[in-house]
C-alpha cells in the first residue's frame, strides 16, 4: 500500500506466515494505530480498511492461486492431462476432462469460504476441487488425499 502518505510493508515466510507494518511517510514512523482495535475514528478505520484490503488480495492471488497450481500440477503429472477453462463469467475455473470421451471428471474452482460455511462476513477464498467418481474408488481417494495432507503438514513443520 503506498497512499497519500503511507506505506505497507507485507513480509510472507517460506512457512506461509503473513504480518505486516504500515508506516506514516512523513515522520518515517509505524502507524500504531492500525493495531489499535479500539481505534473507531474514521481517518484509522479507512487505514485499517485499505491494509484489510491488501491482505486479501495477496491471499486470494497467492495462497489460493498456489494451491490451485499444485493441484493442476498433479493432475497433469499424474494423467498428463490440462485444463481447459469454458466459463466466460468464472473464467479462472479450471475444468479436467477425459481425453477419449471429453467428458469432465474435475472442476478446480476459488470458492469465498462464506459460500461453503454459511458465514457471509467470511470473504477469503478457497480453493475447491470437484471431481465426479466412481462410489466404490471413493475410499482409496481419500485415503491418498488423507496421505498427502499429512505429507504436506510434516514437510511444512520442517520447514519451521
Known sequence: MKSANFLAKIR????????????????????????????TGSFSAVVKAEY??????????CFVKAQADRIKDEIKARYGDE????????????VFRNPQNRKWY????????GKLTGDEKDQQEAAV???????????ALLEEVLAMLDESRAFTERKK
Open 12 to 39: 510472507i515466510s517460506s512457512a506461509g506466515k503473513v504480518s505486516g507494518n504500515v508506516y506514516d511517510l512523513d515522520t518515517g514512523e509505524e502507524y500504531l494505530l492500525l493495531r489499535v482495535e479500539s481505534n
Open 52 to 61: 484489510r484490503t491488501i491482505l486479501q488480495d495477496i491471499a486470494g492471488k
Open 83 to 94: 485444463p481447459d477453462f469454458p466459463f466466460k463469467k468464472f473464467s479462472d475455473y479450471a
Open 106 to 113: 474435475g472442476l478446480l474452482m476459488a470458492v469465498l469460504l
Open 129 to 139: 476441487l470437484n471431481l465426479k467418481l466412481a462410489e466404490k474408488k471413493l475410499p
